[in-house]
């Protein structure tokens, strides 16, 4: 894929996250309207909303800001970690779940959009392991098969879950079964994207490797707490940290690529 194809895809990625951001807000207005003939006390998800609302306005923010940053540049390690900016933007269709709850639209549609937010989630996750690999040496150049393959593997575990649409969790989410082998996937690709930075780092005895493997180590520890804890504080947190991660992550990566 040539450098001017990757920049047609990724400013559709971030056309695409700035539409997903604007039915957020959409969504934000409509349910604010409906809660005033609603039980708002007891149908009301705050926090995971607004946790899903900045994560989804991140996601706007640095597929505008570091895109810019980074368009002259081909390496394929950047072009996988904007990837995995876009799908930040994913969290913020949770919000609809609350719709659906204040209009007591069937859940099945819940199912979906829970699918759906995953499918965000993993195919993150995946472009940040793949970025990790092309911080080494590697000669593979074809970014549209890889992103093909990546985009199947992250539909096909989140068709695979199985999703309780009779239970919606705290993070506006329904809850999913096999939370072991869900766990294992999550924590094997983070793991294995830190230890493949950290293997780019060890080679190549460069500050700024070793930096952008603490940076991505942040970045995903961020991720983490802002999807599976943003009921709670520690979404907040999370947010922060992904801001902070991803701002020092594109930063080394820029110096590091600066003079290549």
């Not at 779940?97 to 995953?118: A, E, H, S």
């Not at 150049?141 to 969790?169: C, E, H, R, W």
């Not at 999550?186 to 070793?210: K, P």
Request: charge should be positive; aromatic fraction near 18%; glycine fraction near 10%.
């Amino acid at each position: 894929m040539r450098l001017a194809v990757r920049k047609v895809f990724l400013t559709i990625g971030a056309i695409v996250s700035l539409m997903l951001f604007l039915s957020y807000l959409l969504s934000l207005f409509l349910g604010i309207w409906i809660m005033k003939e609603s039980r708002w006390k007891e149908n009301l998800y705050l926090w995971p909303i607004l946790v899903g609302g900045l994560s989804s306005a991140f996601s706007v923010f640095g597929g505008f800001g570091f895109r810019r940053l980074f368009r002259r540049m081909s390496s394929l390690e950047i072009y996988f970690f904007l990837v995995f900016l876009v799908t930040l933007s994913f969290d913020g269709l949770r919000i609809l779940n609350w719709i659906f709850l204040l209009k007591q639209i069937t859940p099945y549609f819940g199912g979906m959009i829970t699918r759906i937010v995953y499918f965000g989630y993993f195919m993150g996750l995946f472009c940040m392991f793949t970025s990790s690999i092309y911080s080494g040496e590697i000669s593979y150049q074809k970014a549209g098969t890889l992103l093909s393959v990546l985009g199947t593997l992250s539909l096909a575990l989140s068709y695979s879950m199985p999703v309780d649409i009779t239970t919606l969790t705290p993070i506006l989410l329904y809850r999913v079964g096999g939370g072991e082998y869900l766990l294992l996937v999550r924590g094997g690709l983070m793991g294995l994207t830190v230890l493949s930075f950290a293997r780019s780092a060890f080679l190549s005895r460069s500050r700024e490797e070793w930096a952008i493997c603490v940076a991505a180590a942040v970045l995903l520890l961020g991720r983490e707490l802002a999807f599976f804890h943003s009921n709670t504080p520690l979404g907040f947190a999370g947010i922060f940290l992904l801001g902070i991660g991803s701002f020092y992550f594109s930063r080394k990566s820029y110096l590091k690529h600066l003079w290549i």
